[in-house]
């Protein structure tokens, strides 16, 4: 990755950004930090590094691949942590975090001793409590890694219902299109407003999220240590628009319709049928909140066999209909 121009930082930078990249890191959560830091340093799309200043740290200087196959060429090694203003883990796959170079380690304590703010982003915030650098702390993990952050480390309850947590000087997200809101942040923060809002526009994200804006994704109180439910779950997540059956849904787990039934029974207390009916209620509850779409076209996003089956269920569920439930949303927020 090279700048067009010189990277070394001017009198007028006001924002350094030094990145670790895990082994098949996730590009999209890299890109998305970068390109608002990139949009946000110079005048129009010049791309000129000069308010913001970002490198790509490395123990050694060997390329690293991300989880898509795309290899990054690293551009400065360790060195001293306090030349930059924060320190940004990428995180990616979860077999590959554990073969962090005990170098990593070492140069994110040291950053922590200099009181070096720490970022972690997507599963970097594991890296980051792997190296006992988030005790005391909060910090967000995606819904999608909820139960694999309970497994590793006893004791510390992650926040897996809004997009990132700014806690001191640990500050941690969910990543996906987060990465980008929290590097909004960070640009609000040193930069301007005014930068932070040009650099989201230029990338097509209609406005800066706040960072309790929930997660999309599985209702929190979906959550068990069954590994065959916690497959389904996403499963059903994954084809909202498109119900798998239950015999389809068994399947592809490669049980029996009845024991699916019988896990999912015994973890949470419910049938697979009314677990995704819980998964699709929540996906409408965000649509209807935080879109304009119309109460058909989210009938049909969520699954649901035409717009009259919706509302019943709806209704059913929140003793009101989707459009009611939207604009008493739509005048609190007000």
Not at 64 to 78: A, C, I, K, M, N
Not at 181 to 191: N, Q
Not at 233 to 249: E, I, M, R, Y
Request: hydrophobic share 40%; with cysteine; charged share 25%.
């Amino acid at each position: 990755m090279k700048h067009p121009e010189s990277a070394i930082p001017s009198d007028r930078t006001r924002l350094r950004i030094g990145f670790i990249l895990t082994r098949q890191f996730t590009i999209c959560a890299f890109a998305n930090f970068v390109d608002v830091l990139r949009l946000a340093s110079d005048e129009g799309d010049r791309s000129r590094a000069i308010l913001c200043n970002w490198r790509v740290l490395s123990a050694d200087m060997t390329p690293v691949t991300s989880s898509s196959g795309v290899t990054l060429q690293p551009e400065e090694r360790l060195g001293d942590p306090r030349r930059f203003d924060y320190i940004v883990v990428i995180g990616g796959l979860m077999g590959e975090l554990e073969q962090l170079e005990p170098e990593y380690t070492a140069f994110l304590r040291r950053a922590a001793v200099a009181r070096v703010p720490l970022i972690g982003v997507c599963t970097g915030s594991f890296v980051l409590h792997g190296a006992g650098l988030m005790d005391g702390y909060r910090c967000c993990v995606s819904w999608f890694h909820h139960n694999d952050f309970l497994e590793q480390f006893d004791g510390l309850e992650p926040v897996s219902d809004q997009i990132f947590v700014v806690d001191r000087d640990r500050l941690t997200c969910s990543g996906g299109t987060s990465s980008a809101h929290l590097a909004a942040f960070l640009v609000d923060r040193h930069i301007s407003k005014a930068a932070a809002r040009k650099s989201l526009s230029i990338m097509m994200i209609d406005e800066a999220m706040e960072a309790d804006r929930p997660q999309p994704g599985l209702p929190l109180d979906l959550t068990t240590s069954d590994p065959i439910v916690r497959r389904a779950l996403l499963l059903l997540q994954q084809a909202l628009d498109a119900p798998p059956t239950l015999s389809t849904l068994a399947a592809r787990l490669k049980v029996s319709p009845r024991t699916l039934e019988r896990r999912f029974d015994a973890a949470l207390d419910m049938t697979p049928f009314e677990a995704g009916k819980r998964i699709r209620l929540a996906q409408a509850e965000r649509l209807l909140q935080q879109t304009q779409r119309s109460v058909t076209q989210i009938a049909q996003d969520t699954g649901f066999s035409d717009v009259s089956h919706f509302i019943r269920v709806f209704k059913a569920t929140y003793n009101t209909t989707p459009e009611s439930w939207r604009l008493i949303r739509a005048s609190t927020a007000s």
